[in-house]
T-cell receptor
Framework: RKEVEQDPGPFNVPEGATVAFNCTYS??????FFWYRQDCRKEPKLLMS???SGNEDGRFTAQLNRASQYISLLIRDSKLSDSATYLC????????FGKGNQVVVIP | EAGVTQFPSHSVIEKGQTVTLRCDPI?????LYWYRRVMGKEIKFLLH????????ESGMPNNRFLAERTGGTYSTLKVQPAELEDSGVYFC??????????????FGNGTRLTVT
């Protein structure tokens, strides 16, 4: 099983709608997780850290489910500028990234 | 605060040649990482420095790759001799503390390497 797995999508989302996707991880001892946003041909940029109690930053909400070993990202009121690939990073050992969830917000 | 900077932004070399990539981390960040993204694949970890020491180099593909961080400041990644499959985008990242303790990675713009 891969260290981190994500459904690459694409997730086609109407503007203004809500989209959510998950990232599963294999290392049950992992303690730190992050969501990154990557635009085409650019470097990953930190979107938010994922706290065990869940956290929110504006329209973005991150959750951690330890029992099922996944983290999630929810985007509310999607904007066209949210179109990007969202990468999860598992911060243990080899700092593995998933392949990313591609989000396409449609006007 | 200056971010992570990488040089060059692009490099095109022929198979068999040598290329050296440079990364300047955020000032004060002891942890420096190299990653690589090959077309169509996920970003893969290459190695991790803590100051000048290699903490983990388990992701280095083979002995044609050599990373150094003399003095614990900037780092170089040398590929010698380059092969076609080395083409990709090489990202450098730095963090203040260990990522597993909650300190996020901050990435540079990457170096796009094309081996012809």
């Amino acid at each position: 099983r891969k260290e981190v797995e994500q459904d690459p999508g694409p997730f086609n989302v109407p503007e203004g709608a809500t989209v959510a996707f998950n990232c599963t991880y294999s290392n049950s001892a992992s303690q730190s997780f992050f969501w990154y946003r990557q635009d085409c041909r650019k470097e990953p940029k930190l979107l938010m850290s994922v706290y065990s109690s869940g956290n929110e930053d504006g329209r973005f909400t991150a959750q951690l489910n330890r029992a099922s070993q996944y983290i999630s990202l929810l985007i509310r009121d999607s904007k066209l500028s949210d179109s990007a690939t969202y990468l999860c990073l598992e911060g243990n050992n080899r700092l593995a990234f998933g392949k990313g969830n591609q989000v396409v917000v449609i006007p | 605060e200056a971010g992570v900077t990488q040089f060059p932004s692009h490099s095109v070399i022929e198979k068999g040649q040598t290329v050296t990539l440079r990364c300047d981390p955020i000032s004060g960040h002891d942890n420096l990482y190299w990653y690589r993204r090959v077309m169509g694949k996920e970003i893969k970890f290459l190695l991790h420095f803590v100051k000048e020491s290699k903490q983990d180099e388990s992701g280095m593909p083979n002995n044609r790759f050599l990373a150094e961080r003399t003095g614990g400041t900037y780092s170089t990644l040398k590929v010698q001799p380059a092969e076609l499959e080395d083409s990709g985008v090489y990202f450098c990242a730095s963090s203040q503390d260990l990522v597993r303790s909650g300190s996020p990675l901050h990435f540079g713009n990457g170096t796009r390497l094309t081996v012809t």
